[in-house]
């Protein structure tokens, strides 16, 4: 079957600021594993990214322009960055790369309050189990 647009006038054309979606996020089926405010967050950072995917928007005022909750919003941060979609270190938001994408589950690095990382001693300090 030969496609003709329906309206040729409007055929989208890629736009001077650098921004577009991998096909591989729907042909790979990563979109189908995320919830409803994960796929609304991941398109906002892939629209607002620069060429590296790198995105400084603050927490509350993506929660806002999304409409989530402050909940809502850290659980679908946490989605992307544990299937590997997204990283994130406050302030500062990355797209990562599909082609890496690895079909396991990623666990993000133990990190405290602040984003710090944390060490094995201090994890186990805080499950009540001492240092090991």
């Given at each position: 079957?030969?496609?003709?647009?329906?309206?040729?006038?409007?055929?989208?054309?890629?736009?001077?600021?650098?921004?577009?979606?991998?096909?591989?996020?729907?042909?790979?089926?990563?979109?189908?594993?995320?919830?409803?405010?994960?796929?609304?967050?991941?398109?906002?950072?892939?629209?607002?990214?620069?060429?590296?995917?790198?995105?400084?928007?603050?927490?509350?005022?993506?929660?806002?322009?999304?409409?989530m909750d402050g909940n809502t919003f850290t659980q679908a941060r946490e989605q992307l960055t544990r299937r590997g979609l997204i990283a994130y270190k406050r302030p500062l938001y990355q797209i990562l790369a599909l082609d890496c994408y690895r079909q396991t589950v990623m666990m993000p690095a133990p990190r405290n309050a602040t984003g710090e990382l944390q060490s094995l001693a201090t994890i186990f300090k805080q499950n009540g189990e001492g240092a090991p």
């Open positions: 079957m030969e496609k003709h647009p329906i309206y040729p006038e409007r055929v989208r054309k890629i736009p001077r600021q650098f921004s577009w979606v991998d096909h591989r996020l729907v042909r790979e089926h990563h979109i189908d594993r995320l919830s409803h405010p994960a796929a609304a967050l991941y398109l906002f950072l892939v629209t607002v990214g620069d060429a590296r995917g790198l995105s400084y928007y603050s927490d509350g005022i993506l929660s806002d322009r999304l409409g």
